[in-house]
């Protein structure tokens, strides 16, 4: 390794990888190559450095939190356009159900009874062509025979003959 560099071995390993071989091998060429010592010297000391900075703890100020917190919050403010959004997001498919919903009552319920009126009159004129008479002594007149009045007095005082016999 006299004419060879150690730069390969500190380069391809961490300096506290290195193994007793390796460190072996560089203190004997660093004896003899002066720029090779110098490297040597600074990953010794750049590896003691690391060292003692892994060993400090780190406190974070007694806020940080509260301002990382802050910020993400504004960030996701910023990110929704609309306030309600979430929200829609979340209720939008009942919403649109139910508006889907109300168009349909209101169109069965105004243009489905305006085709219907023709028919609906004419059930109504049958049904409205029975008389309270025919109702009440529960005979089946059709329209065409209405009950006359000297019908009525026949049925009344007919009875009456009966119920005095």
């Known amino acids: 390794m006299k004419n060879e560099h150690i730069i390969s071995i500190l380069e391809n390993k961490p300096f506290i990888a290195l193994d007793q071989d390796d460190l072996a091998e560089i203190r004997s060429h660093a004896i003899v190559c002066e ?3 110098q490297m040597f010297a600074a990953a010794q000391v750049s590896a003691a450095l690391l060292q003692e900075r ?10 940080f939190q509260t ?6 919050r504004e960030r996701q403010l910023a ?13 939008g ?6 508006a889907a919903t109300v168009v349909t009552l209101a169109i069965l319920t105004f243009v489905v009874p305006g085709s219907q009126t023709t028919e609906l009159q004419s059930s109504n004129a049958a049904v ?11 005979e089946n007149v059709s329209p065409d025979d209405q009950i006359s009045d000297s019908d009525v007095f026949a049925t009344l005082y007919d009875s009456d003959d009966e119920v005095v016999k």
């Open 35 to 37: 720029s090779c010592r």
């Open 67 to 72: 301002r990382v917190l802050a910020v993400l």
């Open 79 to 91: 990110n929704e356009k609309w306030a309600w959004s979430r929200l829609w997001r979340t209720a």
């Open 54 to 63: 892994a060993k400090e703890v780190f406190e974070p100020s007694p806020f």
């Open 128 to 138: 409205n062509s029975y008389t309270a008479e025919a109702v009440v002594l529960g």
């Open 93 to 98: 498919g009942v919403a649109s159900a139910m």
